[in-house]
């Protein structure tokens, strides 16, 4: 079973701080990696894509994959009480589909 | 670009009735359509996948016979819910695949269902 995994929070940080958020996968053949953001009864939007080794940056948010340790985060800079949401980790599978996280919820605080 | 669609927003439906969801890809033309159940608070839970012209994939555990998959264009899949029951009350979620990087999904904005 390929799994996709994630510490559910909640991640709670202060307005202005560095929200570092964090997961792990199972499948080494993976090579396609992602971050999205879903607001409560909203959709989930892609926020971040990933699929090299390193870090890749966008705004205020960087993506960091380790292929070598199955490890891939998501950092969020000057963080803003609209960044609360919870954040789902996605990873390639098997016949184009993705394989989700169960999301880490982070709240950012005033 | 790469917006994704879906309608109704929500609906209401009677136990034992039929609803069908629609889902297009209005910039884009999607390959590859895919079918995800929320339910509150939990995980996306993929369904199914859909190719177009040609038959869905479904998840284990999944119903073909109750969920029924149409991609009969580049740009629209639906989803019928037949027979509904109050348990099938859920936020359906469809995404598209096929307007940037192969494994880049882009989600509709979801429907609300709920069976009474």
């Known amino acids: 079973q390929k799994e996709v995994e994630q510490n559910s929070g909640p991640l709670s940080v202060p307005e202005g701080a560095i929200a570092s958020l964090n997961c792990t996968y199972s499948?080494?053949?993976?090579?396609?990696f992602f971050w999205y953001r879903q607001y409560s009864g909203k959709s989930p939007e892609l926020i971040m894509s990933?699929?090299?080794?390193g870090d890749k940056e966008d705004g205020r948010f960087t993506a960091q994959l380790n292929k070598a340790s199955q490890y891939v985060s998501l950092l969020i800079r000057d963080s803003q009480p609209s960044d609360s949401a919870t954040y789902l980790c996605a990873v390639n599978n098997s016949g184009y589909a993705l394989n989700f996280g169960k999301g880490t919820s982070l709240l950012v605080t005033p | 670009g790469a917006v994704v669609s879906q309608h109704p927003s929500w609906v209401i439906c009677k136990s034992g009735t039929s609803v069908k969801i629609e889902c297009r890809s209005l910039d884009f033309q999607a390959t590859t359509m895919f079918w995800y159940r929320q339910f509150p608070k939990q995980s996306l839970m993929l369904m199914a996948t859909?190719?177009?012209?040609?038959?869905?994939?479904?998840e284990q555990g999944v119903e073909k016979d109750k969920f029924l998959i149409n991609h009969a264009s580049l740009t629209l899949s639906t989803l019928t819910v037949t027979s509904a029951h109050p348990e099938d009350s859920s936020f359906y979620i469809c995404?598209?695949?096929?307007?940037?990087?192969?494994?880049?999904?882009?989600f509709g904005p979801g429907t609300r269902l709920t069976v009474t």
């Open positions: 990933i699929y090299s080794n």
């Open positions: 499948d080494r053949g993976s090579q396609s």
């Open positions: 859909s190719n177009e012209g040609s038959k869905a994939t479904y």
């Open positions: 995404s598209a695949r096929g307007g940037g990087q192969p494994y880049e999904q882009y």
